[in-house]
T-cell receptor, first 117, second 115 residues
Framework: AQKVTQAQTEISVVEKEDVTLDCVYETRDTTYYLFWYKQPPSGELVFLIRRNSFDEQNEISGRYSWNFQKSTSSFNFTITASQVVDSAVYFCALSVASGAGSYQLTFGKGTKLSVIP | GAGVSQSPSNKVTEKGKDVELRCDPISGHTALYWYRQSLGQGLEFLIYFQGNSAPDKSGLPSDRFSAERTGGSVSTLTIQRTQQEDSAVYLC?????????????FGPGTRLTVT
């Protein structure tokens, strides 16, 4: 079975601070995919990034960066110079191929980020 | 382009009634998923459709839940004899399911309240 742990339930930072959201995953599959989604107060889940298990390259997209480390089964997300618009719940998720061919997402419980102006 | 759409956005029903929730996936996406989000359980997978293949129903919590996908596009999730524990936000997602792209794009959800 797959499991995703986001140990930080809530984080508050002051605007312009950097913040890192932690994600630890568990799977016995050697091929898997990792994701981050953002859920703003409006409620709609917004896809941010996908990572394949065979690609440990870190990624940067503007103020966002992701650190994937297979050795520690972690896929952490850093927001640099946070802004009020970053306030949301962030979900880390994992997918593997099921016997039925599905790639359903297993989500962590989410981290609620509040950026204070 | 148009994203995933769901209807209704909100549904209030009495315990014991049946409800139908609808999902229109992104055009061209062959994979469709239903999830539900509740305070107690977080985000849970319910069912998966891919093209004309048999659906993966492994996440459905009881036989009161069923879903169908007609013509490989629109999907309907039906909950019979609703219970209060069915109250949740029901999310639909679609995926292009091409060889290298498995990200899922979510709709706005249907908030179901069972009174």
């Amino acid at each position: 079975a797959q499991k995703v742990t986001q140990a930080q339930t809530e984080i508050s930072v002051v605007e312009k601070e950097d913040v890192t959201l932690d994600c630890v995953y568990e799977t016995r599959d050697t091929t898997y995919y990792l994701f981050w989604y953002k859920q703003p107060p409006s409620g709609e889940l917004v896809f941010l990034i996908r990572r394949n298990s065979f690609d440990e390259q870190n990624e940067i997209s503007g103020r966002y960066s992701w650190n994937f480390q297979k050795s520690t089964s972690s896929f952490n997300f850093t927001i640099t110079a946070s802004q009020v618009v970053d306030s949301a719940v962030y979900f880390c998720a994992l997918s593997v191929a099921s016997g039925a061919g599905s790639y359903q997402l297993t989500f962590g419980k989410g981290t609620k980020l509040s950026v204070i102006p | 382009g148009a994203g995933v759409s769901q209807s209704p956005s909100n549904k209030v029903t009495e315990k014991g009634k049946d409800v139908e929730l609808r999902c229109d996936p992104i055009s061209g996406h062959t994979a469709l998923y239903w999830y539900r989000q509740s305070l107690g359980q977080g985000l849970e997978f319910l069912i998966y459709f891919q093209g004309n293949s048999a659906p993966d129903k492994s996440g459905l919590p009881s036989d009161r839940f069923s879903a169908e996908r007609t013509g490989g596009s629109v999907s309907t999730l039906t909950i019979q004899r609703t219970q209060q524990e069915d109250s949740a936000v029901y999310l639909c997602a679609s995926s292009p399911r091409d060889r290298y792209s498995y990200e899922q794009y979510f709709g706005p959800g249907t908030r179901l309240t069972v009174t």
